[in-house]
């Protein structure tokens, strides 16, 4: 327990120095939709309406395969995932992931919501942002996100496995 504990807490120290370091490079900002936002209760966060129903759109292609450029349930890639779960509550994103990188406001990895993108360098010796997710669920210590692998098509991971962990680049929030 104390060793998972030690692990987590270093996880989130180091993602934070990462993401850091990239958001003084790129910080651009864009026109964004307003989010339907209200609170519910005083320790249970903000609530979004438009995330969850983004993130549930995603959900329902959990399991489909991966395809380069594909956008629909006979394939679909990291970036189709996004630009198709968003455009469902009217959101236009740039179809590709290196143009979603720079769309969008930073988000410090501790801070990220649900309905925010993380993106990942997943080419050996390389920084270069090639990956993309979806939020699912944030608690402190604890990130899930929806994604399209190239090995098993669309699924849900956690931040904090080994290859994600060292593979984060930034995080961005659309809503």
Not at 3 to 19: D, E, P, Q
Not at 81 to 88: E, G, P, Y
Not at 118 to 138: C, D, M, P, Q
Request: net charge positive; proline share 1%; charged share 20%.
């Amino acid at each position: 327990m104390q060793k998972s504990l030690l692990i987590l807490l270093c996880l989130f120290c180091f993602s934070a120095c990462k993401s850091t370091k990239k958001a003084t490079s790129s910080s651009k900002r864009t026109t964004k939709s307003a989010p339907a936002v209200k609170k519910i209760g005083s320790n249970s966060g903000t609530y979004n309406s438009q995330a969850e129903s983004i993130i549930d759109y995603a959900k329902t292609f959990n399991g489909v395969k991966y395809k380069y450029g594909g956008t629909t349930k006979k394939g679909m890639d990291c970036s189709g995932l996004i630009v198709t779960s968003f455009k469902k509550e009217a959101i236009q994103l740039p179809r590709t992931t290196s143009q979603l990188a720079v769309t969008g406001d930073w988000v410090d990895v501790k801070e990220v919501q649900k309905g925010d993108l993380l993106f990942f360098a997943t080419n050996k010796n390389s920084r270069n942002v090639n990956h993309v997710g979806i939020v699912t669920e944030s608690r402190t210590g604890f990130v899930e996100f929806i994604h399209a692998s190239t090995s098993s098509g669309v699924m849900i991971s956690e931040l904090s496995e080994k290859y994600w962990y060292f593979a984060f680049v930034q995080a961005r929030r659309i809503l």
